[in-house]
């Protein structure tokens, strides 16, 4: 089945501590992009990646790194998590950028206490 | 600035009942509009996806209209069921890569 997983589908953790968020889609796609998700606020994008090894930053990229290494996994990593960030986060894929419809994964519920 | 707006920012209609969902966007050069189904704390799922030169676009009982000229679309929903209920966000795609903007969603309530 094609499907973008991502990894956990529920997180808690402490301010400062370490944490990444996976996700790997299995349909050979171009493009990935991670999003957070506020009440009130939409969707907004944190980082994108048009291909293996490259990447750049969304509209809220503060306090976030990514890599892509590979075509099928795009970890979105938190490297001093804050109170802030919590929030929904969506990894999503597309074949080739904006003209062709996205996929998203299921998403990961973060709580930083 | 490129924005999209979607009206009413919530619905609640009987089960069977037909409702029109609005999103008017600013997003320019424009390449593509979406419609989008939330369930509540899962991923959006596509329902439609528009290009310009294209005016309407059915998924079943839901139909989207898109009017270039005005930067104004539609989502008709017919004959709700209770398991359309789920916030439904209107996206608009500029040309390139990256930037797609987001409404911020209906959310729709059908009621039994």
């Known amino acids: ?8 589908r529920y997180l808690i953790t402490v301010t400062g501590k370490k944490l990444t968020v996976t996700c790997s889609q299995n349909m050979n796609h171009e493009y990935m992009s991670w ?8 969707l907004r994008q944190i980082y994108y990646s048009m291909n293996v090894e490259v990447t750049d930053k969304g509209d809220v990229p ?35 950028g904006n003209n062709y ?6 998403g990961t519920r973060l709580t930083v206490v | 600035k490129n924005q999209v707006e979607q009206s009413p ?10 409702c029109t969902l609005q999103c008017n966007y600013t997003v320019s050069p424009f390449s593509n509009l979406r419609w989008y189904k939330q369930d509540t704390g899962r991923g959006p799922v596509s329902l439609t996806i528009m290009t310009f030169s294209e005016n309407t676009k059915s998924n079943g009982r ?22 359309d209920s789920a916030s439904y966000i209107c996206v608009v795609a500029n040309s390139g890569y990256s930037t797609l903007t987001f409404g911020k969603g ?4 059908v009621s039994p």
């Not at chain 1, 503060?62 to 001093?80: Q, T």
């Not at chain 2, 679309?73 to 398991?83: D, G, N, P, R, Y």
């Open chain 1, 35 to 42: 999003y957070r998700q506020d009440p009130g606020l939409g």
């Open chain 1, 62 to 96: 503060e306090g976030y790194k990514v890599s892509r290494k590979e075509k099928r996994n795009f970890p979105l990593i938190l490297e001093s998590p804050s109170p802030n960030q919590t929030s929904l986060y969506f990894c999503a894929s597309s074949p080739h």
């Open chain 2, 62 to 83: 839901y139909t989207a209209t898109l009017d270039a000229d005005t930067k104004q679309s539609s989502l008709h929903i017919t004959a709700s069921q209770l398991s």
């Open chain 2, 106 to 109: 209906t959310m729709l309530l």
């Open chain 1, 1 to 8: 089945e094609a499907q973008v997983t991502q990894n956990p």
């Open chain 1, 101 to 106: 419809g996205y996929t998203f994964g299921s």
């Open chain 2, 9 to 18: 920012q919530s619905l609640i209609i009987l089960e069977g009942k037909n």
